[in-house]
């Protein structure tokens, strides 16, 4: 079955870095495009960043641009989001993300930024 397992989540201040990893399984994983989401409490889920099949696409949140960069290997069934300048803003649940015909969703990995 398909599964998605996020890691590389934690505990950083202002400033500092942080990469997420995406472990996909059971589909076809060249065949679609990946997407990080993230939810903050009391705020609705929301689009992060975005890589084409291929990896020759990306697309970012006006609020990660110059930030956060998106990334896969498909060899290794693996997307992966580095997160530079974190910001208390950015501290949020991400989730990992693919479409086919619905949805498909990661358990989450918990980002908080904090002094």
């Known amino acids: 079955q398909v599964q998605l397992v996020e890691s590389g989540g934690g505990l950083v201040q202002p400033g500092g870095s942080l990469r997420l990893s995406c472990l996909a399984s059971?589909?076809?994983?060249?065949?679609?495009?990946m997407t990080w989401y993230r939810q903050a409490p009391g705020k609705e889920r929301e689009l992060v960043a975005s890589?084409?099949?291929?990896?020759?696409?990306?697309n970012y949140a006006d609020s990660v641009k110059g930030r956060f960069t998106i990334s896969r290997d498909n060899a290794k069934n693996t997307v992966t989001l580095q997160m530079n300048s974190l910001k208390p803003e950015d501290t949020a649940v991400y989730y990992c993300?693919?479409?086919?015909?619905?949805?498909?969703w990661g358990q989450g990995t918990q980002v908080t930024v904090s002094s």
């Open positions: 059971g589909f076809t994983f060249n065949s679609y495009a």
């Open positions: 890589i084409t099949k291929t990896g020759g696409s990306t």
């Open positions: 993300n693919f479409y086919r015909a619905k949805n498909y």
